[in-house]
């Protein structure tokens, strides 16, 4: 049997990303389903040109097919909420509101693609679409998962490069406190348990330049996955897990560590 730790960590922060690049929203709670992301995360994203993905037939694709952090900072600019009763989306730059439409209403689409025509040119391959398939999700892994850090490693982080920062940069679903510095990059085949739910860990986060973006001022004002292999031979800060068993998740709930079963 497996083996329960005397470890635990604390539930901080909640997020959910509804459009792929796109800015996260903040959730006080969340229902977890078994073998599911968070509802609507990464459910939308925008192909950068003509692109591959087929909504009849949706399929993992590499995020250089769509707008995204890695390449296209200036997306970071752009605030977006988006309300599950009715797939609308709106974006503010600014303070100001400049653009809004339901995503599952083609021509409402189209309005927020004529945005982000004129918003990212010079960095478009084509006309950008927005594409969305009921229960796919445009994550950066094929699995179908919930991205989590450790607080304790990014201040460990901000320690060793004398700067401050935001874990925002790493787009996180949950964001914990209370395990050791790097503790959880040790943990792929473990999970970690909180009343209902069980999250088994199975991966460990590799970074791209997208943690370099300043998440509020779409710049690029860091060097984070060099500094990572410079100073541990990998990029990793993060880890991915599988939503074993579901239930609800409030912000502020303690998970206890369950190792893997040995033998």
């Known amino acids: 049997m497996s083996e329960n730790e005397e470890i635990t960590a604390r539930l901080v922060n909640i997020y959910r990303y509804p459009v792929k690049g796109l ?35 949706p399929r993992y694709l590499p995020k250089v097919n769509f707008l995204m952090l890695m390449r296209n900072e200036k997306l970071a600019r752009l605030n977006t909420t988006f309300r599950d009763d009715c797939n609308e989306l709106t974006i503010t ?42 229960g796919h999700s445009f994550s950066d892994v094929a699995a179908k998962c919930v991205h989590i850090i450790n607080l304790a490693s990014l201040r460990e982080l901000e320690r060793m490069m004398g700067m401050t920062i935001d874990p925002l940069r790493f787009r996180a679903n949950l964001v914990i406190d209370g395990l050791a510095p790097f503790h959880e990059l040790d943990l792929v085949d473990d999970s970690l348990e909180s009343g209902d739910v069980r999250l088994k860990i199975f991966k460990r986060t590799t970074r791209c330049p997208a943690t370099n973006v300043d998440p509020q001022k779409g710049i690029r004002d860091r060097t984070i996955p060099d500094f990572l292999f410079e100073n541990f031979g990998h990029r990793d800060f993060g880890i991915y897990a599988m939503v074993e068993r579901g239930g609800r998740l409030d912000v502020g709930a303690q998970f206890t560590l369950c190792r893997k079963e040995e033998g």
């Open 93 to 134: 730059l600014d303070g100001k509101t400049v653009a809004r439409g339901r995503l599952n209403n083609r021509e409402e689409c189209r309005a927020i693609e004529d945005f982000m025509t004129d918003y990212m040119a010079g960095e478009l391959k084509g006309a950008p679409r927005i594409v969305h398939c009921p």
């Open 23 to 57: 800015s996260p929203e903040s959730l006080q709670t969340v229902e977890l389903r078994q073998g599911m992301t968070l509802k609507n995360d990464r459910a939308f994203a925008i192909e950068n040109g003509k692109g591959k993905f087929d909504p009849d037939n």
